[in-house]
């Protein structure tokens, strides 16, 4: 697959991507007790150095919408909160600011995600309100100088992106790269985080991954959702969860498990030019491979040429 050619304002981008980068495909039908067993699992196969590392989870928590699996499931986020504490995380906070809903508190409470953090004494905090401070940006696709990002965030010595699998109205994935679009403040840059999405929303993934530190990816693709997402879309049953230590490969090889091409997502085809790899001779498969076959997820007409086909 041909890469994209450089845009003026990418020619200085310095070159971020590992020499090789770890995915772990790891079935799961459902969301239970066993998941934790199933993560700790999971991520020993990366050998991580957890030890007195602070981890700030960061999930799709966008809105509750009566049976619709719009957010990263909470027995999910709480699996891996315990997973990593296991495996010797100093402390583990989940963290979000939702784009959609003002009241954080609310949608963390109609979700369900409130009382499972609650039961195992997660603490959770409200990055659309928290602390800020001024970040100069390390790509230059929307033209702004600089972010205002929570002091939790960059904070953390560890910050994971746990999203939703998801096809989007915009974007056409939502995946590990657009879930960290909650880390910009609403206070800030407004609701649905206006600013960014007058800039376009691909350029600002780009600077937003650039900029925010983010080390790993924990993928809910259990009920994954298709068609008219991040909201409006139906039920996946794709039954995975994927975990990567480079979001750029999370997000190909999660495009590749919804039957979609990578490559067509401007985002995704930018950022394995300088941010991580999504070429499959850099990409070590370390559990499952990808299917032979898949049925493509449903997407909008729109999005239709992003929808492989054997």
């Not at 109609?110 to 990055?127: N, P």
């Not at 790269?177 to 649905?192: L, Q, S």
């Not at 590749?256 to 490559?263: A, E, K, N, S, T």
């Not at 997502?265 to 030019?273: S, Y």
């Amino acid at each position: 697959m041909a890469t994209a050619r450089l845009l003026p304002e990418e020619m200085l981008l310095r070159d971020r991507r590992p020499q090789r980068s770890r995915v772990a495909i790891i079935t799961a039908q459902e969301y239970s007790g066993s998941l934790e067993g199933v993560l700790v699992s999971g991520l020993r196969e990366f050998h991580l150095n957890l030890r007195g590392r602070s981890v700030l989870l960061k999930p799709n928590l966008v809105e509750y919408i009566a049976g619709v699996e719009v957010n990263t499931n909470p027995v999910l986020v709480c699996a891996a909160a315990q997973a990593f504490l296991k495996l010797g995380a100093d402390s583990v906070v989940v963290g979000e600011g939702p784009g959609h809903q003002r009241d954080t508190y609310l949608v963390l409470a109609e979700s369900g995600l409130a009382d499972q953090l609650r039961s195992q004494k997660i603490s959770f905090v409200d990055l659309n309100r928290d602390e800020l401070f001024k970040v100069p940006t390390r790509a230059t696709y929307t033209g702004l100088e600089h972010l205002w990002l929570p002091g939790t965030v960059l904070k953390s010595n560890f910050v994971v992106s746990m999203p939703k699998i998801k096809t989007h109205h915009w974007a056409g994935v939502t995946l590990g790269m657009k879930n960290m679009f909650g880390v910009v403040p609403g206070t800030k840059y407004g609701w649905p985080k206006n600013v960014l999405h007058w800039k376009g929303i691909h350029r600002s993934i780009l600077d937003i991954c650039a900029t925010v530190p983010m080390h790993f990816v924990i993928a809910d693709g259990i009920v994954a959702m298709e068609g008219n997402g991040p909201l409006h879309g139906t039920h996946r049953r794709l039954g995975k969860i994927v975990l990567a230590d480079d979001p750029v490969a999370a997000d190909f090889t999660c495009a590749r498990l919804m039957g979609l091409d990578p490559h067509r997502v401007w985002h995704l085809a930018r950022a394995a030019q300088f941010l991580g790899n999504g070429s499959y001779d850099r990409i070590d498969l370390i559990a499952e491979g990808l299917p032979l076959k898949t049925n493509p997820f449903d997407v909008l007409p729109e999005f239709a040429h992003l929808q492989m086909r054997l």
